[in-house]
Structure formats: structure tokens, C-alpha cells
């Protein structure tokens, strides 16, 4: 049975133009609406200097380690955990059934992989036994023909093994890797946790500068352009969660709210979305910021993608709204100001610094943006209204979880 579990809505601004949760594929033909752009240099953050101690590369290389165990034949009784190799044949009255025959399969034994009793039957077998299981298929079994009928299993076992633990060396290196030694392994695991780091230290500094010049501009939305992408939105949360045989308010629910306030909630996404591509714009024209193949090709990668395979998945336009929001992200977090501490500092005074200095930002930034907000291009009792207005045009009472906005996980049987 599938079964829906509701992750998140799409709330941050800065996320969501990452990844492009909500983009409208005309955006660049949109009246948006205007904004009076706040101080976008400049900005000062606080976010330390990136660092891997030599505990976190022995964390990383144990996991390696565990998640490649060494596999040994033994010539003992399997038990539970071990892996048997084995040939069989599933034979319901008399007669072989489609798909019950495998040669030389490898079967970890409690892994769930076969119906029950199946893995369990094998437990105490030796190399070289034959043993026909007598079994049942599940009644909700996928294959109806063989659900809740009973069929008989005969199995060879080939060869029981066992998992021992790895060990470090150049040998193990080799196998997992395409380094030679355990040293070159050490400090490429080093190299790749630092880069991590960086990369999310990086998204930081770019989502708080973003998130700073939004709260301290003043807008003056579209109101037709949020009320078309209130109701895109909604739509699309509607049509994923017919996917999943919920709805609207099943989506809701799985929030913590009831359906007013997953609208209310939705549509202060898309005016966050608006505002936040206000600046973006806004910058890029201030500072003849445009797109290169260049950065096309950094967005891509940033995705784990090629080029050619990005442009396939997004599309070529909403591609580029993306790569350019990336650019002038970019550009405004390389021009904000770090206060961090150094990261030699001790660790309590550095975090303490650091508490300190986002709280005063923060507090500013709130004083600013009480102070803004009326400044807006309507006042805070008509766009309050504009989900009623907006749920009115959407009559489908499906939740969605819009693809960009939600994540959804599906649970299936394995069997």
C-alpha cells in the first residue's frame, strides 16, 4: 500500500529559487510588480571558516568500511545475516510458475527479500543441501495469479559466506576507490568532507544575504501575478496527490493544519518566491549581470548533471531563471561581509560570537521589515484575502504535494 508522508511545504524564499520550487515557465513575461532595492553590498554575516578535524575522516572511512564488509566463504550451518548462494525452482501444483527460478542468486538471510518463511527455511542449511520450502504468497502479493496461493520451493544451496569486517588497506583502498594507497585515501576523504563543507557554508551566506535585502526592500506586488501563481501552485499540489489517493485536505492534515492555513501558507510562499526574484532581477540589471555558457555549465554540475541532461529536465528557460539566480546569489554573498571568527578561536567563542552576532542581525532585520511592510503595494487586509479568492478559482479539494514545494515518500512492499 502506498503510503504518503508529507516532508515540508517550500517556505524558504532562497530555496526555493535555488531550485526553482514553484517557477513559472512565462516568469520573465510576468509583470512581477516593482521593488526599492535595500543595500545589497555589504551585508554582514556570520558564518566561520569551514574545517575537518581527523575524527570526522575516521567517522567517514569507518562507514566506508561497514558498508563494504569483506565476504568469506565458511563451511558451517548458514545463520541468520549470512549470505547463501543458491539455485531454485518454485513449482505451484506440480508445474513451474513464471519468475520462480533463479541460478546462482546471492540471498542475505533476514534481508526480507523473499515472501516469508523462504530465508528462514534456509537458516542451518550447509553447502551442497537441497530443500524444498512449502510456502504461501501474501494475498496482496503483486503477482494476482500467484497471491495467497500455495507453491513449493526446491532449493541447492551453492556455497554459504559470511561478512567479516574490512580492513584499511591499500588493498581495500583500491577495491572501493581509484587511489593506490590508504594515505591518498585519507586525504581525498579529508578533501571531499572539506568541499561539502564549504558548499553548504557557501549556501549560507548566500541564503541569509538574499533573505537580508528581501526583509529590508520595499515591493509593490502584482497582485494578478500572485493570484495566477497562488492558483498554478495549489494545482499542482492537487495533481501530485491523486498520485498518492489523497487530497487538499489530507495534505493539510499531515502539516498540522486545516486547509485555510496550508492556503494561507501557500500563498506566502509565492509572495516570498516574487520577492525574492524582485532582487534577483533587480541586482542582475544593476550590475550587468547576464548568463553565460559558463555558468549554465556550474548550475548543471552543481545538480550532479550534465548540461545536455539539465536542459532535458528543466527546460532551457527555467534552466536559465536558475542559473542566473545562482549567479547574482553568488555575486551578492562574495560582496557581503564575514564577521566570523577565526577558526582557530575556541570552539564555545566562536559559536557564542557567532549566536550573538545573527541574533542582533536577525532582530534588525525584523525591526526593518515591521517597517516595510506597509510599504507594500497593498495593504495587509487585501492580501490576506487572496487564498479565499484563489482557493474560489481552484474547486478540486485534492492536497498535492507540488514537486518542488513538498517532498513525498512512497512505501512499498519488497515482496
Same mark, same amino acid.
Given at each position: 500500500?502506498?503510503?504518503?508522508?508529507?516532508?515540508?511545504?517550500c517556505?524558504?524564499?532562497?530555496?526555493?529559487?535555488?531550485?526553482?520550487?514553484?517557477?513559472?515557465?512565462?516568469?520573465?513575461? @510576468?509583470?512581477?510588480?516593482?521593488?526599492? $532595492?535595500?543595500?545589497?553590498?555589504?551585508?554582514?554575516?556570520?558564518?566561520?571558516?569551514?574545517?575537518?578535524?581527523?575524527?570526522?575522516?575516521?567517522?567517514?572511512?569507518?562507514?566506508?568500511?561497514?558498508?563494504?564488509?569483506?565476504?568469506?566463504?565458511?563451511?558451517?550451518? /548458514?545463520?541468520?545475516?549470512d549470505?547463501?548462494?543458491?539455485?531454485?525452482?518454485?513449482?505451484?501444483?506440480g508445474?513451474?510458475?513464471?519468475?520462480?527460478?533463479?541460478?546462482?542468486?546471492?540471498?542475505? $538471510?533476514?534481508s526480507?527479500?523473499?515472501?516469508?518463511?523462504?530465508?528462514?527455511?534456509?537458516?542451518?542449511?550447509?553447502?551442497?543441501?537441497?530443500?524444498?520450502?512449502?510456502?504461501?504468497?501474501?494475498?496482496?502479493?503483486?503477482?494476482?495469479?500467484?497471491?495467497?496461493?500455495?507453491?513449493? %520451493?526446491?532449493?541447492?544451496?551453492?556455497?554459504?559466506?559470511?561478512?567479516?569486517?574490512?580492513?584499511?588497506?591499500? +588493498?581495500?583502498?583500491?577495491?572501493?576507490?581509484?587511489?593506490?594507497?590508504?594515505?591518498?585515501?585519507?586525504?581525498?576523504?579529508?578533501?571531499? $568532507? $572539506? !568541499? =561539502? !563543507?564549504? =558548499?553548504? /557554508?557557501?549556501?549560507?551566506?548566500?541564503?541569509?544575504?538574499?533573505?537580508?535585502?528581501? @526583509?529590508?526592500?520595499?515591493?509593490?506586488?502584482? &497582485?494578478?501575478?500572485?493570484?495566477?501563481?497562488?492558483?498554478d501552485?495549489?494545482?499542482?499540489?492537487? @495533481?501530485? +496527490?491523486k498520485?498518492?489517493?489523497?487530497n487538499?485536505?489530507?495534505?493539510?492534515?499531515?502539516?498540522?493544519?486545516?486547509?485555510?492555513?496550508?492556503?494561507e501558507?501557500?500563498? /506566502?510562499?509565492?509572495?516570498?518566491?516574487?520577492?525574492? =526574484?524582485?532582487?534577483?532581477?533587480?541586482?542582475?540589471?544593476?550590475?550587468?549581470?547576464?548568463?553565460?555558457?559558463a555558468?549554465?555549465?556550474? %548550475?548543471?554540475?552543481?545538480?550532479?548533471?550534465?548540461? @545536455?541532461?539539465?536542459?532535458?529536465?528543466?527546460?532551457?528557460?527555467?534552466?536559465?531563471?536558475?542559473?542566473?539566480? =545562482?549567479?547574482?546569489? &553568488?555575486?551578492?554573498?562574495?560582496?557581503?561581509?564575514?564577521?566570523?571568527?577565526?577558526?582557530?578561536?575556541? +570552539?564555545?567563542?566562536?559559536?557564542?560570537?557567532?549566536?550573538?552576532?545573527? +541574533?542582533?542581525?536577525?532582530?534588525?532585520?525584523?525591526?526593518?521589515?515591521?517597517?516595510?511592510?506597509?510599504?507594500?503595494?497593498?495593504?495587509?487586509?487585501?492580501?490576506?484575502?487572496?487564498?479565499?479568492?484563489?482557493?474560489?478559482?481552484?474547486?478540486?479539494?485534492?492536497?498535492?504535494?507540488?514537486?518542488?514545494?513538498?517532498?513525498?515518500?512512497?512505501?512499498?512492499?519488497?515482496?
Amino acid at each position: 500500500m502506498k503510503k504518503l508522508a508529507l516532508i515540508c511545504l517550500c517556505g524558504l524564499v532562497a530555496a526555493s529559487i535555488m531550485t526553482g520550487c514553484g517557477a513559472s515557465q512565462t516568469e520573465g513575461k @510576468e509583470n512581477l510588480g516593482t521593488v526599492e $532595492l535595500a543595500e545589497y553590498k555589504g551585508v554582514k554575516v556570520n558564518v566561520p571558516a569551514v574545517m575537518v578535524t581527523d575524527a570526522e575522516v575516521e567517522s567517514k572511512i569507518n562507514q566506508v568500511l561497514s558498508q563494504n564488509p569483506k565476504i568469506e566463504e565458511v563451511d558451517r550451518p /548458514a545463520a541468520e545475516g549470512d549470505i547463501v548462494n543458491i539455485d531454485y525452482v518454485g513449482k505451484q501444483d506440480g508445474v513451474e510458475f513464471a519468475g520462480g527460478t533463479g541460478e546462482g542468486q546471492d540471498l542475505t $538471510l533476514g534481508s526480507g527479500r523473499m515472501i516469508d518463511g523462504f530465508e528462514d527455511g534456509l537458516i542451518g542449511t550447509k553447502k551442497g543441501d537441497k530443500k524444498e520450502l512449502n510456502l504461501t504468497f501474501p494475498e496482496d502479493y503483486s503477482e494476482k495469479a500467484l497471491a495467497g496461493q500455495a507453491v513449493v %520451493f526446491e532449493v541447492t544451496v551453492n556455497a554459504v559466506k559470511e561478512k567479516q569486517s574490512a580492513v584499511l588497506d591499500d +588493498a581495500f583502498v583500491q577495491s572501493v576507490s581509484d587511489f593506490t594507497t590508504v594515505d591518498e585515501y585519507r586525504a581525498s576523504v579529508k578533501e571531499d $568532507l $572539506l !568541499k =561539502q !563543507k564549504q =558548499q553548504s /557554508a557557501d549556501l549560507q551566506i548566500q541564503q541569509y544575504v538574499l533573505k537580508n535585502v528581501v @526583509e529590508n526592500s520595499k515591493f509593490k506586488l502584482n &497582485k494578478n501575478t500572485l493570484s495566477r501563481r497562488y492558483n498554478d501552485r495549489i494545482k499542482q499540489y492537487e @495533481e501530485q +496527490a491523486k498520485m498518492y489517493g489523497t487530497n487538499l485536505s489530507g495534505m493539510a492534515k499531515a502539516n498540522g493544519m486545516d486547509v485555510p492555513g496550508l492556503q494561507e501558507a501557500v500563498y /506566502a510562499s509565492v509572495k516570498d518566491d516574487v520577492k525574492n =526574484q524582485l532582487v534577483i532581477l533587480k541586482v542582475a540589471e544593476l550590475e550587468g549581470i547576464t548568463l553565460e555558457d559558463a555558468d549554465r555549465q556550474a %548550475f548543471a554540475e552543481m545538480n550532479g548533471q550534465t548540461l @545536455e541532461a539539465a536542459v532535458e529536465y528543466f527546460g532551457q528557460e527555467t534552466l536559465d531563471e536558475m542559473a542566473l539566480n =545562482q549567479k547574482v546569489m &553568488k555575486f551578492m554573498a562574495d560582496n557581503a561581509v564575514n564577521e566570523a571568527q577565526d577558526a582557530a578561536a575556541p +570552539a564555545e567563542e566562536t559559536t557564542a560570537a557567532g549566536e550573538t552576532a545573527a +541574533a542582533e542581525e536577525t532582530t534588525e532585520a525584523e525591526t526593518t521589515a515591521e517597517e516595510t511592510e506597509t510599504s507594500e503595494e497593498t495593504p495587509a487586509a487585501e492580501e490576506t484575502t487572496a487564498p479565499e479568492e484563489a482557493a474560489e478559482e481552484t474547486t478540486a479539494p485534492a492536497e498535492t504535494a507540488a514537486p518542488a514545494e513538498t517532498t513525498a515518500v512512497e512505501t512499498t512492499a519488497a515482496q
